[in-house]
């Protein structure tokens, strides 16, 4: 079955650290992995995408399958990065998602 | 172009009462998902509509819920009669096309759902 895990609900740092939240799945197929950001008082934006490969506001997150994880990592946090954090993974050709359970980010001035 | 609407904000009610929660997608946008975060858990997937027809409905959790999306614009989502472990955040997303999830959905503000 699918499934989605972060063992993290709470993470600090102190600005100007490295972050990591960690992200581990579970599921059969081909994993399509995505970070979502929701900040305070804000919507559930889309922050990343496993396929594209990019980074987003110095955020990067790699897919690694022999660990079936796809933390994110951010060398140096901002306070404006506090928010809370969804990894999801995708099935049905992006038409359902599997959310985690969410880290809240909180970085320390 | 306006975003997901989603009303009301938060509600309160009694156990066993019945509560209406609607949401308004980005005009155009045919499907429309509905998701829920019940307290310290995931988000999780409750149904999607292509347009008036539900498309996968196999997150809803029993028959106390009841979607609806007639006419293909906003969507209703009822809770009869509503249980204590029915409290939690109620999302809604809409995209253009299926499969648009790949660029990310568009959610709402979401629903604050408690029964108490």
């Known amino acids: 079955a699918q499934r989605v895990t972060q063992p993290e609900k709470l993470l600090s740092v102190f600005k100007g650290a490295p972050v990591e939240l960690k992200c581990n799945y579970s599921y059969s197929g081909s994993p399509e992995l995505f970070w979502y950001v929701q900040y305070s008082r804000q919507r559930l934006q889309l922050l990343l995408r496993h396929i594209s490969r990019e980074s987003i506001k110095g955020f990067t997150a790699d897919l690694n399958k022999g660990e079936t994880s796809f933390h994110l990592k951010k060398p140096f946090a901002q306070e404006e990065d506090s928010a809370m954090y969804y990894c999801?993974?995708?099935?049905?050709?992006?038409?359902?998602?599997?959310f985690g359970s969410g880290t809240k980010l909180n970085v320390k001035p | 172009e306006a975003g997901v609407t989603q009303f009301p904000s938060h509600s309160v009610i009694e156990k066993g009462q019945t509560v209406t929660l609607r949401c308004d997608p980005i005009s155009g946008h045919d499907n429309l998902y509905w998701y829920r975060r019940v307290m310290g858990k995931e988000i999780k997937f409750l149904l999607h509509?292509?347009?008036?027809?539900?498309?996968?409905e196999s997150g809803m959790p029993n028959n106390r819920f009841l979607a609806e999306r007639t006419g293909g614009t906003y969507s209703t989502l009822k809770v009869q009669p509503a249980e204590l472990e029915d409290s939690g955040v109620y999302f809604c997303?809409?995209?253009?096309?299926?499969?648009?999830?790949?660029?990310?959905?568009?959610f709402g503000s979401g629903t604050r759902l408690t029964v108490v």
């Open positions: 509509f292509v347009k008036e027809s539900k498309q996968d």
């Open positions: 997303a809409s995209s253009p096309i299926l499969g648009h999830g790949l660029y990310g959905y568009t």
């Open positions: 999801a993974l995708s099935v049905d050709n992006f038409n359902k998602f599997y």
